[in-house]
C-alpha cells in the first residue's frame, strides 16, 4: 500500500509544494503510520541520551523530531477541512485517538522531561538568547500542563482523557457538518418573495449542485441562510431556516452531540482537577493574558450590560416596524433580520442589494493584498502551475517588495461546498523557521462565500476576507527562529489581534474609494453612500454584541462546572441565558451542540479572546487614526515586528512596543457603538 506513497520522498514541486494531484486517501494510513514510529523514535533517542541535557541536544532536537508526521498532518488535516470525503473522515475518526496516544507518550515521557526540567532549572545559567530562553520555559510549562509532573497513576488517566476526548470531538465536528451537509431547504419560483438577485442566484446554484435544475437550495452555510433571513418574506419558511440552523447538532439521532457534550466537558473538568485546578477554565486561563476567570468576566459583563440596553432598543424600533408592515403579534428570532434590514434601509436608505455591486470578490482580494504591500512591504502573484487539492483554490507566491526575495506561498479558498467544512479559517500547510535551515511557509485561507457569477459579497464578508488574511500574515510574516514559536503559535487570547486589527483598513475610506467599484460600471462607491453605509454599521451592535457575548459567556459558566457528570446541555444553555437576561429575539452565535470552537477546536474556555483581542485591535487601529494616516510608515513598521514576532516575547509587551502603553477598553465600546449606553 506504500509503494509510490507521495509522503515518502522528496517533494519536488516548486518551493517543496505539496503534491495534491498524486495525495490519495489511502496514502495517509501508512504516512501516519510510520510518521509515528519515526517521531516516537526521534523522542526516544532524546529521552535515553547519554550525553548531559543541553539546549542543542534536548530542546532544538525536539524542535527537530517527527518531521515526517508534521508533514502527513498538515496536508491531511488541512484536506479533512477543506475537501473532505467518507474515506477522510473514517481516517479522522480511526487517527485522532491514536494521535493522542503518540502526543500522550512524548508529553508524558518521564525521561524527556527529567532532561527539560534540568535545563529549565538552571536556564540562566546557559547564555540563551531571549527566543531560546521563552522556548526554553514554555516547552517546560507544555510538559507540567500536559500532566509530566504527576504520579504514575494521574499520568495514565490524562494519556486516556486525553484519547477519548480526541475521539469525542472529532465526532462533535463531524455530526455539525452531516447536518449541514443533509439539511436542505428547496424553494419553488413562488417561495422566493422578497429574495434580492443575488440571494436567488446563489440559491440556484446550490440546487444545480445537488442536481435540482429549475429550482432553489438554501442551505445551513452561514452565507446562505443569513441571506434568506433576512430577505424572505415567507415566515413560515424563514422559522423553518433558522430552528435547522440553531438545531444543527440537536436533532436526535445519529448526529446528536449533547451525549458528546456532556462527556467532553466531565473530561475537561476532571483533567483540571488532576492538574490542581478548581476548574477547566482555571486551567485553561492560567496560560493566557487573561490568567483568569475572573479578568474574562470582567470584560464580557462590562460589554453586556451596555449591549443588552442597546439591543432592547432595538428590538423596540423593530418591532415598531414590523408592525406598521401589518405583522401582529411580537417579533421572533427568525423576523429579526427582515425587519432589522428594513429598519436599516428606512434609516439609512440602504441594504445590502445596493452595497453588494460595489463588493466584488475580486476587488476585495485586490485590496486586502495591496493593503499588505502598503504596510508590510510584501507582494502577490498568483502561480497557476501548482497542483491543488479543488479547481476553487488559488495559490500566491509571496514576495518582498524590495527586494522580490521569496517569502512564501498562501493559498485561498473562498467557495463554499459540500465538503468543506462551515466558517472561515487560517492553517498553515507548513510553518516558516531558520534555525537548521531556513523554510519558508504555505498558509491556507478557507471562506464559504456562496458561489455565483459575479461574486458579490456583503461588507462583512470582505471584513471576514480581511479577518482571515489577517491571520494569513501573521504566518506569512513570521520571523522566528524555531517552529513551535512560529507565525500564530501565540496565547490564545493574542491570536485574534493580528487578523482583527487588519479588518479595520477594509473600512478606512481611502480602501473603499480605490477599491469598492461597481461591478458593471466601474465607478467607485458615491461618498454619500459610503456615508450611509458606515454610519449603518453601528445600528444592530446590539444585536451583534449580545449574539457573540452571550456564547462567550456560556463557555466560560460551561467550563466551569465543578460537577458536570449530569450536565444537561439544553437546561444549562436555557438557564443560563435567562439568567442573563438574553431577550428571546436575539439569537446565540454558537448554541452548544454546533459550538465547534468549544467542542472540536482549540477556543474551549477561550471564546472571549474575540473580544479581549478586539480590546487590543481597536485600540492599536487608533493609534493610526492619531497619526492621520492610516498608513503611517513608522506605526506600521512597529505593527508588523507583531506579525513577525510569533511567540518569541510576551504578548504585551509586543502590544506595548507598537502602542506605547497598555490598551484602553474605550475604543472597543465606541467601535461597536455602545459607549453611549455606559
Not at 329 to 348: M, N, P, Q, S, T
Not at 421 to 436: I, K, N, Q, V
Not at 632 to 639: I, V
Amino acid at each position: 500500500m506504500s509503494a509510490g506513497n507521495p509522503f515518502f520522498s522528496p517533494w519536488t514541486n516548486a518551493f517543496g509544494f505539496p503534491p495534491f494531484d498524486l495525495i490519495k486517501p489511502e496514502h495517509f494510513p501508512p504516512a501516519l503510520d510510520r510518521g509515528m514510529e519515526e517521531g516516537l523514535a526521534d523522542f526516544d533517542a532524546i529521552a535515553g541520551s547519554a550525553e548531559a541535557p543541553t539546549f542543542a541536544n534536548t530542546i532544538e532536537a525536539m524542535e527537530q523530531a517527527g518531521r515526517l508526521l508534521d508533514r502527513v498532518c498538515s496536508v491531511f488535516f488541512n484536506l479533512n477541512s477543506s475537501h473532505t470525503n467518507e474515506e477522510l473522515e473514517a481516517i479522522a475518526r480511526d487517527y485522532s485517538p491514536k494521535l493522542a496516544q503518540y502526543n500522550a507518550k512524548i508529553s508524558l515521557n518521564p525521561a524527556l522531561f527529567a532532561r527539560v526540567s534540568e535545563l529549565y532549572a538552571k536556564r540562566c545559567e546557559l547564555g540563551l538568547e531571549a527566543d531560546q530562553m521563552r522556548l526554553l520555559e514554555r516547552s517546560y510549562l507544555g510538559f507540567v500542563r500536559s500532566g509530566a509532573a504527576l504520579g504514575e497513576d494521574a499520568k495514565l488517566r490524562m494519556a486516556a482523557i486525553s484519547e477519548r476526548t480526541a475521539t469525542l470531538t472529532t465526532l462533535f465536528g463531524q455530526h455539525v457538518q452531516a447536518d449541514e451537509q443533509t439539511w436542505q431547504l428547496v424553494l419553488e419560483e413562488g417561495d422566493l418573495d422578497g429574495l434580492p438577485d443575488y440571494v436567488r442566484e446563489a440559491a440556484a446554484q446550490a440546487a444545480a449542485e445537488r442536481g435540482l435544475e429549475g429550482k432553489y437550495v438554501i442551505t445551513l452555510l452561514r452565507s446562505s441562510v443569513e441571506p434568506f433571513l433576512t430577505f424572505s418574506t415567507n415566515r413560515d419558511l424563514r422559522q423553518k431556516a433558522y430552528k435547522a440552523w440553531t438545531n444543527r447538532g440537536a436533532n436526535g439521532g445519529d448526529t446528536d452531540n449533547h451525549d458528546l457534550i456532556r462527556e467532553i466537558v466531565a473530561l475537561r473538568a476532571e483533567q483540571a482537577r488532576l492538574l490542581g485546578y478548581a476548574t477547566y477554565a482555571d486551567y485553561k486561563l492560567d496560560d493566557t493574558m487573561a490568567k483568569k476567570p475572573s479578568a474574562v468576566l470582567d470584560l464580557l459583563h462590562q460589554v453586556w450590560e451596555p449591549a443588552r440596553l442597546q439591543a432592547l432598543a432595538e428590538r423596540d424600533v423593530i418591532q415598531s416596524e414590523a408592525s406598521a408592515a401589518g405583522f401582529s403579534g411580537a417579533i421572533a428570532a427568525w423576523d429579526w433580520r427582515l425587519y432589522a434590514e428594513r429598519v436599516r434601509k428606512a434609516r439609512f436608505d440602504l441594504d445590502d442589494a445596493e452595497i453588494k455591486p460595489y463588493f466584488l470578490l475580486e476587488n476585495m482580494v485586490r485590496a486586502m493584498f495591496d493593503t499588505a504591500t502598503r504596510l508590510f512591504g510584501v507582494k502577490f502573484r498568483e502561480i497557476s502551475d501548482l497542483p491543488l487539492y479543488h479547481p476553487d483554490a488559488k495559490v500566491y507566491e509571496v514576495v518582498d517588495a524590495a527586494t522580490s526575495d521569496h517569502v512564501g506561498l498562501f493559498i485561498q479558498d473562498n467557495f463554499a461546498r459540500s465538503s468543506k467544512r462551515s466558517g472561515a479559517w487560517m492553517s498553515a500547510y507548513r510553518s516558516s523557521e531558520f534555525f537548521a535551515e531556513a523554510i519558508t511557509p504555505i498558509i491556507v485561507n478557507n471562506s464559504n462565500f456562496a458561489k455565483s457569477k459575479p461574486s458579490l459579497l456583503t461588507f462583512n464578508d470582505a471584513e471576514t476576507l480581511f479577518h482571515e488574511f489577517g491571520h494569513a500574515l501573521h504566518g506569512l510574516l513570521s520571523k522566528a527562529r524555531y517552529p513551535s514559536q512560529s507565525g500564530t503559535c501565540v496565547r490564545r487570547d493574542f491570536v485574534e489581534f493580528p487578523s482583527q486589527v487588519y479588518e479595520h483598513w477594509l473600512a478606512a475610506p481611502e480602501t473603499l474609494r480605490t477599491y469598492a467599484v461597481h461591478y458593471e460600471m466601474g465607478e467607485p462607491i458615491p461618498e454619500e453612500l459610503l456615508t450611509r453605509m458606515l454610519e449603518a454599521r453601528k445600528f444592530g451592535q446590539g444585536f451583534n454584541t449580545l449574539a457573540y457575548t452571550s456564547s462567550a459567556l456560556l463557555d466560560m459558566e460551561i467550563h466551569s462546572q465543578t460537577n458536570p457528570d449530569n450536565l444537561d446541555p439544553e437546561a444549562f444553555e436555557r438557564d443560563a441565558l435567562e439568567r442573563l437576561g438574553m431577550p428571546a429575539e436575539v439569537g446565540m452565535m454558537h448554541r452548544l451542540p454546533h459550538f465547534k470552537h468549544l467542542f472540536s477546536g482549540g477556543y474551549a474556555a477561550g471564546y472571549y479572546s474575540y473580544m479581549w483581542s478586539e480590546v487590543l485591535d481597536a485600540d492599536g487601529f487608533d493609534a493610526f487614526k492619531e497619526a492621520g494616516d492610516v498608513f503611517d510608515p513608522e506605526l506600521s513598521r512597529r505593527l508588523k515586528d507583531i506579525y513577525e514576532a510569533g511567540d518569541t516575547r510576551d504578548p504585551m509587551e509586543l502590544y506595548v512596543s507598537f502602542r506605547g502603553r497598555e490598551p484602553k477598553t474605550e475604543a472597543l465600546l465606541r467601535h461597536r457603538g455602545l459607549a453611549a449606553a455606559e
